[in-house]
C-alpha cells in the first residue's frame, strides 16, 4: 500500500523517458541530434511585454485533461498524450520543437514528489539531462522557487537543446520544459511568452485537521520524515496528508495490511507495545544471549556471521545483521535501536488519527509525550537517526543505505524537517 520511493521513481523515469522519446522524435536526422547543442547566446531571455505580445498573438490555450493546468503554446502545435490526466504535451507538425508541462501535486492519490529537488532528481534522471547551466528564469504566473536552466536532452539516443523550468505553487511543483533540434534565443523567448500565460486551477481538497501546523507539529513529522519521503508525502501536514474520507480509507488498509491494526482496540495494544517494548526489547535479549555464548567485543563482523551460519543455520541476511548489531550493541548499549521504536510511534499516532481511530486531540497529546521522551533520550537529530536506522537493519535484516541517503538529503534541504532544534521547547500549540 505505501508505495516505496523507488518505486515512485521507476513509475516516474518509465513515463518521462517515454514523453522525451515522443518529444524528441522527428527533430531532423539522428547524426544531427546527437551534435546539436544550446546556441553560445541561448542564456539570454526576452522578458519584455512588447515580446511577450508579439509571441501570443500567434498562440492558443492548451489544457490538461483534467483541466487543472492551462498554458499558451503556438496555435498550430498538437497535444500528445502523456498518460497522466495532469501532465501536457505538445509540439508542432514538423517535430522539431515541443514542449511539456509535469505537474507534481503534493497531496491526494497523484502525490508522486514532496520537494522540488525530487522533482529535478526525477526529470533530469528521466531525461538524461547534460550540460545543464543556470539561467535567467521567467516570471510564472501563481510560481515561486522559480529556477531555470538550458540543458541538452536524451532519449533513445537522440539529443535536443532545452530549455528547462522548476517551480511551485500551494497546489504542486512543476517541471516545464521545451525542447528543440536545436535551442535558441528565439525559442527560451517563445516559451517564456507561453509561461506568461501559465494557469493553475487546483482542485479543492478537504483537509479536516484543525490544529495549526506550528514548528511542535513539525518536530512531529521530522521524527518519522523519512517514512514520509518513502510514501511521498508532505512534510506541511500532521502525517504528511490531508485528513478525509480518502485518506482515512488508506489508513485503515494500511494499519491492518502492516500492523494488523483494525479498530480503536488493536490500535491501543499497537501502540502500548511498540513503546512498551517494540523491537528494542527482542534486539537487546538476542545480543544478551550471544554475549552468553562467549561472542565479545574482539569479534569480528566477519567471524560473527560466519559462526551463525556455522554453528546455528542462521540464513546469510539473518546472520550479516545479528553480527552488524551486534557491534552496534557493544558500543550503544541495550537500547542502540529504541529510535527505530519511537520513531515508528510517531507515526502510528498520525496514522491513527487519519484511520478515525483516535482524535486529533489524542494523537497529538500522545505525540507531545512521545517526542519529549525521544529529546530525553538523544541529544541531536543525528543520535536520534543513527539509533533508527541501526533498528532498521536489525529490523530488515538488511543494511540501511537507501534510508540513510534519505535522511542525508532531507537534511541539505533549504526547507528541511530537520531543520528545527532537537531540543527546541515542544509546546502544546492545539
Known amino acids: 500500500m505505501f508505495m516505496k520511493k523507488i518505486k515512485r521513481q521507476a513509475l516516474i523515469f518509465c513515463l518521462a523517458l517515454t514523453c522525451s522519446a515522443m518529444l ?82 503534493k497531496n491526494g492519490a497523484n502525490m508522486m514528489a514532496n520537494s522540488i529537488e525530487m522533482v529535478a532528481e526525477m526529470v533530469e534522471a528521466s531525461y538524461n539531462v547534460s550540460d545543464k547551466e543556470s539561467t535567467t528564469a521567467p516570471s510564472v504566473p501563481g510560481m515561486s522557487e522559480i529556477t531555470a536552466y538550458t540543458c541538452k536532452m536524451t532519449a533513445g539516443g537522440v539529443t535536443g537543446g532545452a530549455y528547462l523550468i522548476y517551480g511551485e505553487t500551494s497546489y504542486a511543483y512543476y517541471a516545464l520544459t521545451y525542447i528543440a533540434d536545436k535551442l535558441t534565443d528565439e525559442d527560451i523567448a517563445s516559451f517564456n511568452a507561453s509561461c506568461s500565460k501559465f494557469q493553475e486551477n487546483p482542485p479543492e481538497v478537504e483537509d479536516n485537521f484543525s490544529s495549526e501546523m506550528t514548528d511542535t507539529l513539525r518536530w512531529f513529522n521530522a521524527a518519522y520524515a523519512v517514512l514520509i519521503d518513502l510514501n511521498g508525502r508532505d512534510f506541511n501536514l500532521f502525517g504528511g496528508i490531508p485528513a478525509n474520507d480518502d485518506s482515512k480509507t488508506i489508513m485503515q488498509a494500511g494499519l491492518a495490511d502492516s500492523w494488523g491494526v483494525e479498530d480503536r ?8 507495545w511498540i513503546l512498551s517494548e517494540g523491537h528494542r526489547v527482542d534486539f537487546a535479549e538476542n545480543m544478551k544471549a550471544l554475549e552468553d555464548a562467549g561472542v565479545t567485543a574482539d569479534t569480528s563482523t566477519e567471524d560473527l556471521a560466519a559462526l551463525l551460519k556455522d554453528e546455528y543455520d542462521f540464513e546469510d541476511e539473518t546472520a550479516n545483521s545479528f553480527a552488524r548489531a551486534f557491534g552496534v550493541y557493544t558500543e550503544h548499549g541495550a537500547d542502540a535501536i529504541a529510535a527505530w521504536d519511537y520513531s515508528r510511534a510517531m507515526y ?35 543520535d536520534f537517526m ?17 534510508r540513510r541517503e534519505i535522511y542525508n538529503k532531507l537534511k541539505a534541504q533549504s526547507n528541511s524537517p530537520f531543520r528545527f532544534d532537537f531540543k527546541m521547547n515542544l509546546e502544546k500549540t492545539w
Open 24 to 105: 524528441l522524435q522527428g527533430c531532423g536526422d539522428k547524426s544531427s541530434k546527437k551534435d546539436s547543442a544550446v546556441s553560445e547566446n541561448s542564456q539570454k531571455t526576452t522578458n519584455g511585454d512588447e515580446a511577450s505580445k508579439d509571441y501570443l498573438s500567434d498562440m492558443k490555450e492548451f489544457s490538461t485533461t483534467d483541466k487543472t493546468v492551462s498554458i499558451y503554446f503556438d496555435q498550430d502545435w498538437q497535444t500528445e498524450d502523456l498518460e497522466m490526466d495532469f501532465w501536457l504535451g505538445a509540439g508542432n507538425k514538423k517535430g522539431d520543437k515541443a514542449a511539456a508541462i509535469l505537474q507534481f501535486p
Open 386 to 402: 543513527d539509533s533508527y536506522l541501526w533498528g532498521y537493519d536489525y529490523w530488515a535484516e538488511e543494511e540501511s543505505t537507501e
Open 348 to 382: 502510528l499516532l498520525s496514522a491513527y488519527y487519519h484511520a478515525g481511530y483516535y482524535t486529533e486531540q489524542e494523537a497529538l497529546d500522545k505525540s507531545l509525550e512521545v517526542a519529549q521522551t525521544i529529546q530525553s533520550m538523544y541529544e541531536s537529530w543525528d
Open 265 to 272: 482496540t488493536s490500535a491501543d495494544e499497537n501502540i502500548d
